[in-house]
């Protein structure tokens, strides 16, 4: 699930093509924006695409879209790769362990509601904090809160702007960690069936 660039979901894209995902198949694509760039990046893999239009939609009618295509596709695990909705309680439990989510921070700091993007990392600087980086964790109905899976550690610079440390967030820990998160999640579910 996605909302802009798609450079997580590139990652994902990536890590199966190299065989580092081998429990994990990309069932499809599903943008909160139909201008999201990952929806041309899936494509361009053979990704089956869907859009979930936030705009104007009642929160309950926006999950009811994303559970439809979830269904559709058969999908039973959710990655979250730079997707800028916060979902209801009631639609994450339908997905107890199923929905992980990749932060850029080393949660607890800088995360919850608010903190997304290039915020994070305004608030990381502001803060002054030596090391940030990125987590992957089961999405709860806490914003940010549930369950780490894996967190890597990012040096800050003296220099860094948001965009600079974002960028190095993204290099260093968010794209490596998603895909390993990914397959450990996929292969616990795998193994519990």
Same mark, same amino acid.
């Given at each position: 699930?996605?909302?802009?660039?798609? *450079?997580?979901?590139?990652?994902?894209?990536?890590?199966? @093509?190299?065989?580092?995902?081998? =429990?994990?198949? #990309?069932?499809?694509?599903?943008?909160?924006?139909?201008?999201?760039?990952?929806?041309? /990046? @899936?494509?361009?893999?053979?990704?089956?695409?869907?859009?979930?239009? /936030?705009?104007?939609?009642?929160?309950?009618?926006?999950?009811?879209?994303?559970?439809?295509?979830?269904? @559709?596709?058969?999908?039973?695990?959710?990655?979250?790769?730079?997707?800028?909705?916060?979902?209801?309680?009631?639609?994450?439990?339908?997905?107890?362990?199923?929905?992980?989510?990749? =932060?850029?921070?080393l949660l607890p700091a800088f995360g919850g509601k608010g903190f997304y993007g290039l915020r994070v990392h305004?608030?990381? #600087?502001?803060?002054?904090?030596?090391? *940030?980086?990125? *987590?992957? =964790?089961?999405?709860? %109905?806490?914003?940010?809160?549930?369950?780490?899976?894996?967190q890597k550690a990012v040096e800050v610079r003296p220099g860094d702007t948001p965009p600079i440390l974002q960028?190095?967030?993204?290099?260093?820990?968010?794209?490596?960690?998603?895909?390993?998160?990914? %397959?450990?999640?996929?292969?616990?579910?795998?193994?519990?069936?």
């Amino acid at each position: 699930m996605v909302s802009g660039g798609g *450079t997580n979901l590139q990652a994902l894209i990536d890590a199966r @093509a190299a065989g580092k995902m081998p =429990h994990v198949e #990309l069932t499809c694509v599903i943008a909160s924006r139909p201008d999201a760039y990952a929806l041309t /990046r @899936a494509q361009s893999a053979g990704i089956p695409t869907h859009v979930a239009d /936030r705009r104007g939609a009642a929160q309950a009618d926006f999950e009811r879209q994303i559970l439809g295509f979830l269904e @559709a596709d058969g999908a039973q695990m959710l990655i979250l790769a730079g997707f800028m909705s916060i979902l209801s309680a009631d639609f994450v439990r339908r997905y107890p362990r199923r929905i992980l989510n990749v =932060h850029p921070a080393l949660l607890p700091a800088f995360g919850g509601k608010g903190f997304y993007g290039l915020r994070v990392h305004e608030a990381a #600087l502001q803060r002054g904090v030596k090391l *940030t980086g990125a *987590t992957v =964790h089961y999405v709860n %109905e806490i914003a940010d809160g549930g369950e780490i899976i894996l967190q890597k550690a990012v040096e800050v610079r003296p220099g860094d702007t948001p965009p600079i440390l974002q960028r190095r967030v993204m290099e260093q820990a968010e794209w490596l960690l998603l895909p390993q998160a990914a %397959e450990i999640a996929a292969r616990e579910i795998l193994e519990n069936e």
